[in-house]
C-alpha cells in the first residue's frame, strides 16, 4: 500500500505557500492527511486567522470521506441538502464542504491521502491545493482519470 510520507506533505505545503507568496496572496494554511484521515502536516503562515487548522483539516476531511474534492462535495451540499446535513452529523462536523480540499495520489492513481488549503477565496484555495499535490509529483483526481481506478468528477 502507497503512503505519502512527511516529505511529500512537506513538498506540497511548501509548493502551495511558493505560489500564494509569490501572488501576494492572503496567509494560508494547509494540512496533509493518509488515507485515514491522519495528520501527516499542517502549516500556517504567520498572520494566518484562528480555526485555520480545523479548516484545513476539515477539507481533508470531507474529500476522503466522499471521495471526491470540496468544491464537488459543496455542489452535493447544494443539491441534496438532507443528505449531506446527515454526513455531517454523522461526522461529528468535522466534514467542511468549501473549495480547496482534494485528494492525492500516487503516479498509478492509488489514494493516498488529502489536501487541506485555507486562507484565500474558495476558488484560490482549490487552485493552491492541485498546484501543492502536482509540483510535489503526485496526481490529483483529474490527473488520474483513466488510470483504471473509480474517480469521482464533477459530471
Known amino acids: ?53 480545523e479548516m484545513a483539516y476539515g477539507k481533508c476531511y470531507g474529500a476522503l470521506a466522499l471521495g471526491r474534492s470540496t468544491s464537488l462535495v459543496r455542489a452535493r451540499a447544494e443539491q441534496r441538502p438532507l443528505f449531506m446535513d446527515y454526513l455531517f452529523r454523522a461526522s461529528d462536523g468535522k466534514i467542511f464542504a468549501e473549495d480547496g480540499g482534494i485528494l492525492i495520489r500516487d503516479s498509478e492513481g492509488l489514494l493516498l491521502g488529502a489536501v487541506g488549503v485555507t486562507g484565500e477565496r474558495p476558488e484560490r484555495d482549490e487552485e493552491l491545493a492541485a498546484h501543492g499535490v502536482r509540483a510535489a509529483g503526485f496526481l490529483t483526481d483529474e490527473d488520474a482519470e483513466g488510470l483504471g481506478h473509480h474517480i469521482r468528477s464533477a459530471n
Do not use: C, H, Y
Request: no cysteine.
Open 1 to 53: 500500500m502507497s503512503e505519502i510520507t512527511l516529505a511529500g506533505a512537506e513538498a506540497i505545503i511548501d509548493a502551495i505557500f511558493a505560489l500564494a507568496n509569490e501572488r501576494k496572496w492572503k496567509p494560508m494554511a494547509v494540512a496533509v492527511t493518509n488515507q485515514g484521515s491522519s495528520v501527516i502536516a499542517f502549516k500556517k503562515q504567520d498572520d494566518s486567522s484562528m480555526l485555520r487548522f
